[in-house]
């Protein structure tokens, strides 16, 4: 069988859109339709077509092909990486969070759960008719399942063209009509007409996608969700992971600067007026953000004349957003950084300007070699960091691997000098603590391997910040890093290796 391109899938979910769209009329059964994804083995990554995939009894997670993958898989995992044993236990105890992520989607009518537990989003999109590429304003997007750049896609890319920002080529920015592109209820709106605003975000408890929905006036069949998981996970780590800022923080007479540098941006690029919600919901504040990233590198190298992204080249914000009076005439700034592909507080332009907070969404910590220099420096300079990953897993194991991280990097760093303070904020024992994400986007992914909770902005993790969690110890200037600290770090790295990170 030829491997499909994106065209192929487009039009495949487009059709199973119509067929879906037949059965919820009056007299149809929606429920004998199917939109689940292909099993793969876990252990030899076959597709398992036309039999029953086999699950692990214990956890109820992996997925195998045959006994002998099962058996073949449980002590030692391909690649000589950590076996099924190591995990099934773990996996058993992530797997009760599967009716929480399931609850979360079925508020929404749409939120439909498919026969192996996944959400089909893509349907979801092609039910709205914003199911593509160029020419979808918010949703557009690559197409294929490759869900960061210079990552691999089991399918042929027929987009390559496609760039993610590319509307900020243009001279003009999308509108809430030709951005959403959906019916005008089922819009959040920023532009409003007089009395239509949403409340003053400081009288309400948004907490969950449906107290926003509720401060929104949007109905739950809007699909909103899908694409306002990005603002409202930055509002979460802020507000409740970093607690940098808060809805009840900040009045008319005590506003609030607040300097955000967001990390690895990539679709975010193709909807930056989304995250003007953050100038609703945060009133009284002055909100700087600056992406960083691989795709913000690429697309402001390839400014135009007259283009939006011209402006960054010349250091001035790319959007820029004023909520309505009422609301707390709160302002966002967006600024994108194209001079450099990571971020590195050396740069010039960030010299005497430290971030109150950086965060990364989706971030992959153990991932991109990227990170580790960001892991550095945010703990050595108490700089407020958090990040979200898709599976509590993963974070949990990103976490294991922050104090091997650290050791490894020591040596390098006493030998060069850097002082006693630098040494213990670098050094010091700290909690990484690692929450279920309330704004993460609606659905489980349609993983064939494994059936573990793992969604977008799935799980959040506060990397450094205040809380009275960590402990704190005396610190004199210029005294090395207690031995007992370093000792149990090296430990701590012991018990683990980078080897069995995905």
Not at 260 to 282: K, R, W
Not at 358 to 375: D, R
Not at 377 to 405: G, I, K, W
Not at 413 to 419: D, Y
Request: a neutral charge; one cysteine or more.
């Amino acid at each position: 069988m030829p491997t499909p391109t994106v065209a192929d899938i487009t039009r495949m979910t487009y059709k199973g859109a119509e067929q879906l769209r037949n059965e919820q009329r009056p007299g149809g059964d929606p429920s004998k339709l199917d939109f689940g994804t292909v099993p793969i083995c876990y252990n030899c990554d076959a597709p398992i077509i036309g039999r029953k995939p086999l699950i692990c009894s214990g956890c109820r997670s992996a997925v195998f092909c045959s006994k002998n993958c099962h058996t073949a898989n449980w002590k030692v995992g391909r690649f000589g990486t950590q076996g099924h044993k190591f995990f099934c236990a773990k996996n058993k105890v992530h797997m009760e969070k599967v009716p929480q992520v399931q609850a979360l989607l079925t508020q929404f009518p749409w939120g439909r759960i498919e026969k192996d537990g996944t959400f089909a989003e893509p349907l979801v999109r092609a039910l709205h008719n914003v199911l593509g590429a160029e020419g979808f304003g918010y949703w557009s997007i690559p197409g294929g399942s490759n869900l960061h750049l210079k990552h691999a896609t089991p399918c042929i890319d027929d987009t390559k063209g496609f760039e993610h920002g590319y509307m900020l080529l243009s001279d003009k920015l999308l509108t809430d009509e030709t951005g959403w592109k959906l019916e005008k209820r089922l819009i959040p709106r920023l532009v409003f007409e007089p009395g239509t605003e949403p409340g003053l975000a400081s009288k309400v408890d948004i907490v969950d996608w449906d107290s926003w929905y509720r401060w929104r006036n949007l109905p739950k069949e809007s699909p909103a969700a899908l694409l306002m998981h990005y603002p409202l996970t930055v509002y979460q780590l802020l507000v409740n992971v970093l607690h940098v800022t808060g809805p009840k923080r900040n009045s008319s007479e005590n506003r609030q600067a607040l300097n955000v540098h967001y990390i690895g941006a990539e679709v975010e690029l193709n909807m930056l007026p989304l995250f003007s919600e953050l100038a609703l919901l945060l009133p009284h504040t002055d909100i700087k953000m600056t992406f960083f990233g691989i795709a913000v590198h690429s697309i402001v190298n390839k400014a135009k004349k007259n283009s939006i992204v011209t402006k960054a080249k010349q250091n001035e914000p790319v959007y820029t957003y004023t909520s309505p009076a009422s609301c707390g005439a709160s302002t966002l700034s967006i600024f994108l950084h194209g001079d450099h592909e990571n971020w590195d507080p050396r740069l010039p332009f960030l010299l005497g300007s430290k971030a109150d907070a950086i965060i990364g969404p989706n971030a992959g910590l153990t991932s991109y070699p990227a990170w580790q220099f960001v892991i550095l420096c945010c703990h050595t300079d108490n700089t407020p960091f958090a990040v979200t990953e898709y599976a509590e897993q993963s974070a949990e194991l990103q976490r294991d691997a922050l104090p091997q991280m650290i050791a490894h990097a020591l040596p390098r760093l006493h030998s060069a000098g850097m002082n006693g303070l630098e040494l213990h904020n670098l050094t010091r024992p700290r909690e990484y603590p690692i929450a279920f994400n309330p704004f993460q986007r609606p659905g489980q992914r349609n993983l064939g391997s494994v059936r573990l909770p793992n969604v977008p902005n799935g799980f959040t993790m506060r990397v450094v910040g205040d809380d009275e969690q960590e402990i704190v110890h005396p610190v004199f200037a210029g005294v090395p890093v207690p031995a007992s600290d370093l000792s149990e770090l090296l430990q701590k790295t012991e018990q683990f290796s980078l080897n069995c990170l995905d």
